[in-house]
């Protein structure tokens, strides 16, 4: 069975971050296809322009890491009912210099943990319509937008509830099938291509 490797955010900075603990839950309900990165953000100096013609190695690292993976996955909390700032920060690194987007065209999933009801909805619904911006093909559904609850989820990512867990591994498998189509799709010689077939063009 071919493999793909995801490289995953944690949009929090805290050691204890209850959406760390998910990433660790989706990690292990995820299909034996999907091989999984963490890519760190905590070291990033925050984004200028000044950097664009020669980017610190904090900057090089992530754009490297990001497109040597073949999809994205946000596991991100919601602050003041947006993106975390650092979140956005290698978000903003990772799209510049201009011209070389990092995550043009791959395959992203956006899920996220809150201790209220809405579960990051509108976390999500922003990070959507960045996403949409930086060409980075999204998973539509399921939407998952967890209400994080102690008694459910353990540290190590097991998850004490079989329904809560039956939930997350469907959302794992849709987002694994979904990275295949995306792959697919992006075969060499699609519109879209850098250098694309001026044939295929007039389609």
Same mark, same amino acid.
């Given at each position: 069975?071919?493999?793909?490797?995801?490289?995953?955010?944690?949009?929090?900075?805290?050691?204890?971050?209850i959406?760390?603990?998910?990433?660790?839950?989706?990690?292990?309900?995820?299909?034996?296809?999907?091989?999984?990165?963490?890519?760190?953000?905590?070291?990033?100096?925050?984004?200028?322009?000044?950097?664009?013609?020669?980017?610190?190695?904090?900057?090089?690292?992530?754009?490297?890491?990001?497109?040597?993976?073949?999809?994205?996955?946000?596991?991100?909390?919601?602050?003041?009912?947006?993106?975390?700032?650092?979140?956005?920060?290698?978000?903003?690194?990772?799209? @510049?210099?201009?011209?070389?987007?990092?995550? =043009?065209?791959?395959?992203?999933?956006?899920?996220?943990?809150? !201790? #209220?009801? $809405? /579960?990051?909805?509108v976390?999500q619904?922003?990070?959507?319509?960045?996403?949409?911006?930086?060409?980075?093909?999204?998973?539509n559904?399921?939407?998952?937008?967890?209400?994080?609850?102690?008694?459910?989820?353990?540290?190590?990512?097991?998850?004490?509830?079989?329904?809560?867990?039956?939930?997350? @591994?469907?959302?794992?498998?849709?987002?694994? =099938?979904?990275?295949q189509?995306?792959?697919?799709?992006?075969? !060499? #010689?699609? $519109? /879209?291509?850098?250098?694309?077939?001026?044939?295929?063009?007039?389609?």
């Amino acid at each position: 069975m071919a493999s793909f490797r995801i490289g995953y955010f944690v949009g929090s900075l805290a050691t204890g971050s209850i959406n760390r603990t998910l990433a660790r839950a989706l990690v292990k309900l995820a299909p034996e296809e999907l091989e999984f990165t963490e890519i760190p953000i905590k070291d990033l100096p925050l984004y200028s322009y000044d950097y664009d013609a020669d980017f610190p190695p904090e900057g090089r690292a992530l754009k490297e890491a990001i497109e040597a993976s073949d999809g994205i996955l946000f596991v991100s909390p919601e602050y003041n009912r947006s993106i975390p700032g650092a979140l956005k920060n290698a978000i903003d690194w990772a799209s @510049r210099p201009w011209g070389t987007n990092s995550f =043009a065209r791959k395959p992203t999933g956006i899920i996220g943990a809150s !201790p #209220g009801s $809405i /579960g990051t909805a509108v976390m999500q619904s922003s990070m959507r319509s960045v996403l949409s911006f930086l060409d980075a093909p999204q998973l539509n559904a399921p939407e998952v937008y967890i209400q994080f609850k102690p008694e459910v989820f353990g540290e190590d990512g097991g998850i004490r509830d079989e329904s809560t867990a039956k939930f997350l @591994r469907h959302y794992m498998e849709e987002y694994s =099938a979904f990275v295949q189509r995306v792959l697919a799709a992006n075969a !060499p #010689g699609h $519109i /879209g291509d850098q250098e694309p077939d001026p044939d295929k063009l007039s389609r």
